[in-house]
Each structure stands twice: as structure tokens, then as C-alpha cells.
């Protein structure tokens, strides 16, 4: 079954274009060299680090046992829109849309799941039998609509040689052990010159790597409301 769910997982990161694979910030080491380029800001997460840690048991119980429905289990979403006004301050409908694309591509069941996949993979196709959801309660178990916006000339998340590019998650964050974090923003150059560095189209965090304070996806929102590469990045989360 393991095998299985990896080779899904692997087929759904080969049926993405080239062109994703080119405009997309994850890497082996990714989250590392930004650690070592920028200190000081991962310094300053260690505290909430830490607190997440305390709470790590008592998270851990209540995910043990997982929502599930019709057999699928449920993964909640939090939508984090950093914006500045303008249109990356996606409407819910167009949010909604990047879900659907990624539940029905991590599951096999896009109408065009097999023209990008290879004989050999497309024998093995499977089921992940998993349903990403915006969630339905915050943190305090209130009621919400999984989606946070928060305005930000951060939208245009540019990295210079002191800031991280990880710090726009620093304005809105949800607990990772209980939420798939998703931080929307503008545009993300890939270096201090928007126009001589080509734009990412988005990034995520390995799960072997890095703080639970940074996990989770960051994407570009004309991809993201298009419902294109947030399966790629799911796929390295």
C-alpha cells in the first residue's frame, strides 16, 4: 500500500509541466540554505517553536484519530491571502477551485489525469483516499470559512540579501500539527530583482526538513486560483 501511495504521489508530480517543475522554489536543501542565509529570523520562530513542541502530545492524541468520511480522510486547510488589494485577494469561489483541482488530480480523477501520465505509471493509478477541506473551526473552535486575508505590501514577496522569503508566513500562521497551512501572495521573485530573477510559482516545505512554524504551501495566486501547481507543491509536502 506504501508503494502505492508513493508511486500516486510521484505520478501526480511527473503529470505537472516542465514548466512548473522550472518556477518552483523546493529543492533538497531548500529550507537549510535559507536557514543559513537569514539567521535571525529562524531565531526569532524558536519560541513558537517551542510551543508547539509542549503541545506536541496532546495535538498528536487528537490526530490519531483523523476525521474521516465516506472512508477518505479529511485534511483541513487554512488559506492564508497576503495582499494588497489588488486582484492576488482571491475571491472564496476562485479558492474553492484550487482545492477541487488539487483533491481530483491527488486522486487520480482529473479528466486529464492520464494524458499526462506514462503507460507504466497510469497500470499502478490509485486512490490516495485522502480530501483536502478549508477548514470549518479555527484554533479556538470557532466557526470560520478556512480562509484568513490579511493586507500586505509583503504580497510581493521578494528576497533581499536580509529578509527570507519565509516571512510572510510570519503574519498568519495556524497550527501545523492540526492544518495544511496555504500562504497566497502576489508574486514571488526569486531574488531582489524582480525583473533580472524569474518568478516562483510556488514553494513547500519537506517533511523532513524545517520548522512546524513555517510548514506548509506557499503559492502565487493566478496559479493557485487556476487550480495549477498546487498538486506539484502537495506532492513535495
Keep these: 500500500m506504501k508503494n502505492r501511495l508513493l508511486l500516486l504521489i510521484f505520478t501526480a508530480l511527473l503529470a505537472t509541466t516542465s514548466l512548473t517543475a522550472q518556477v518552483c522554489g523546493t529543492y533538497y536543501g531548500s529550507y537549510e540554505e535559507q536557514e543559513q542565509k537569514y539567521p535571525a529570523f529562524y531565531q526569532s520562530l524558536d519560541d513558537l517553536n517551542a510551543n508547539l513542541k509542549a503541545n506536541y ?14 472512508g477518505k480522510k479529511i485534511i483541513p486547510v487554512v488559506v492564508h491571502v497576503i495582499h494588497n488589494g489588488g486582484t ?10 484550487g482545492i477541487d483541482h488539487l483533491n481530483a488530480n491527488i486522486n487520480g480523477q482529473s479528466y486529464n489525469f492520464l494524458d499526462g501520465t506514462p503507460d507504466i505509471f497510469a497500470l499502478l493509478r490509485g486512490d490516495l483516499n485522502v480530501e483536502f477541506r478549508l477548514a470549518k473551526l479555527n484554533p479556538n473552535g470557532m466557526p470560520t470559512n478556512g480562509v484568513v486575508r490579511v493586507r500586505s505590501e509583503l504580497t510581493n514577496a521578494t528576497v533581499t540579501a536580509t ?4 516571512r510572510v508566513k510570519a503574519l498568519s500562521y495556524w497550527n501545523s500539527y492540526q492544518y495544511l497551512n496555504i500562504w497566497v501572495v502576489k508574486s514571488m521573485p526569486a531574488g531582489p530583482d524582480a525583473d533580472a530573477d524569474p518568478a516562483l510559482n510556488g514553494y513547500a516545505q519537506f517533511p523532513f526538513s524545517g520548522r ?10 493566478t496559479v493557485f486560483a487556476a487550480g495549477e501547481t498546487i498538486t506539484h507543491e502537495i506532492g513535495h509536502w
Design 88 to 97: 492576488e485577494n482571491l475571491s472564496l469561489p476562485q479558492i474553492q477551485n
Design 57 to 70: 502530545k496532546s495535538v498528536i492524541s487528537k490526530m490519531n484519530n483523523v476525521k474521516t468520511e465516506n
Design 212 to 221: 512546524m512554524s513555517t510548514d506548509g504551501v506557499m503559492i502565487r495566486a
Design 163 to 166: 529578509l527570507s522569503r519565509d
